[in-house]
């Protein structure tokens, strides 16, 4: 086992905790920035060092298509190549190859995809995905899943629990780094709490450095999503690292803190920069509005990133969607925005304020107090009182932040 997971503090089941890592240690909760093929876009190494943040996530699937995995392996790794002194972690692969590629199939050897070269059907196994991101090199590496969307029904998704714990088994045995590289498994169950449970038993048992909670972020009720999220986090060890994938929307990352997750990641950040939107404490601001055009302001008052110390919104709105600076401006205050969330996480629950931090942070986001009424049954269930901040709510207000 290659980490140490130190809590640092606690409320109720949010808790702040230092994660040391092969090559950095961390302070959670904390944000991952997607990094598909070892870059951020438009964002420079040095530049996300600058914003504080503390681990990379890169895509194995890509990685392996273009340089490839060997490439990386001969040039002394993923961390060298692009740069990047700080933590690293790697997904499976097998996402990507069913969300993005046709006739992918999934049995008991593994993922069989169509070839994005020669169209020619191709299989990544458990063992295979391992294999690859040990020539990768990431601090933290996750096991090949049986995926599928929380939206399926049916015998499918018992199926794919069984078949995710019978591949950690083989991930474990392929896994020829466990000194340097961590292998997290992934609880998956869908929305059934009896499925949930027997996957984070059986993943327990491993006795792995870290747990994964996977399969959400997929179209589900917000009200079904908090719920897997606290039944698992209730359910994994106290000391071990617990990470929420997919999850990018600040209001998610809030909630899924108090219900005792320490990690995260998802392109939404970057992906909205790209798109003329820039997230602020009220929620977010759409750049591209003609409003914007001749706003003197910052994008964010409060904010103290480089971006919102330099530029207007009407210099953004000209280059937004237009100019590649727009979008790399909007990606570095918006990766900003979710580095400091992150600090001030972690900070107000060593400070003993947690529950002063989340109402602060929901009453910006919902002024008038509309507070979504699964934000409310989830913060009861975490014990944090948010009644100062919350009207009478009604199941129409139940929107995505």
């Not at 939107?277 to 964010?300: N, S, Y």
């Not at 590649?324 to 925005?337: D, E, V």
Request: glycine letters at 8%.
């Amino acid at each position: 086992m290659a980490l140490r997971f130190e809590i640092l503090g606690r409320f109720n089941r949010a808790r702040a905790a230092q994660l040391t890592l092969p090559h950095f240690v961390c302070q959670t909760p904390l944000f991952m920035p997607v990094g598909t093929q070892g870059t951020i876009k438009g964002l420079a190494t040095s530049q996300l060092e600058e914003i504080g943040c503390q681990i990379i996530l890169g895509n194995t699937y890509h990685l392996a298509l273009r340089p490839t995995s060997e490439l990386i392996d001969e040039l002394g790794g993923l961390h060298k190549f692009m740069n990047w002194p700080r933590a690293l972690l790697t997904d499976s692969g097998g996402f990507q190859m069913v969300s993005l590629l046709h006739l992918a199939d999934i049995t008991e050897k593994g993922v069989t995809f169509q070839s994005p070269v020669d169209g020619k059907p191709m299989l990544l196994t458990p063992e295979e995905s391992i294999q690859i991101q040990n020539r990768i090199g990431a601090d933290i590496i996750m096991a090949l899943d049986d995926v599928v969307k929380t939206t399926i029904t049916g015998p499918r998704i018992e199926e794919a629990m069984y078949r995710t714990l019978r591949w950690i088994d083989r991930c474990i045995a392929a896994h020829s780094r466990p000194h340097e590289q961590n292998l997290f498994g992934i609880v998956q169950g869908g929305l059934d709490p009896v499925l949930r449970d027997i996957c984070v038993r059986g993943l327990v048992d491993r006795n792995l450095p870290g747990y994964a909670i996977g399969g959400l972020a997929g179209g589900e009720s917000k009200d079904s999503f908090w719920r897997v999220v606290a039944q698992c986090t209730a359910a994994l060890p106290e000391d071990k690292p617990r990470y929420v994938m997919g999850v990018g929307y600040p209001l998610d990352i809030v909630v899924c803190s108090a219900l005792g997750a320490d990690m995260y990641d998802c392109v939404y950040p970057t992906r909205t920069a790209r798109f003329g939107t820039a997230l602020v404490p009220e929620g977010v601001l759409k750049l591209k509005h003609k409003a914007m055009a001749d706003d003197t302001r910052p994008i964010d008052p409060t904010c103290a990133c480089m971006v919102c110390k330099n530029y207007s919104r009407a210099y953004i709105h000209c280059l937004v969607t237009k100019d590649a600076m727009g979008s790399q401006l909007l990606s570095y205050h918006n990766l900003y925005y979710m580095m400091k969330l992150s600090r001030d996480l972690h900070t107000s629950i060593v400070e003993e304020r947690f529950p002063e931090f989340v109402c602060t942070f929901l009453l910006k986001m919902f002024p008038e107090g509309n507070v979504p009424e699964w934000v409310c049954n989830a913060m009861e269930v975490a014990g944090i009182d948010i009644s100062s901040c919350c009207a009478p709510f009604s199941s129409s207000q139940d929107l995505e932040s």
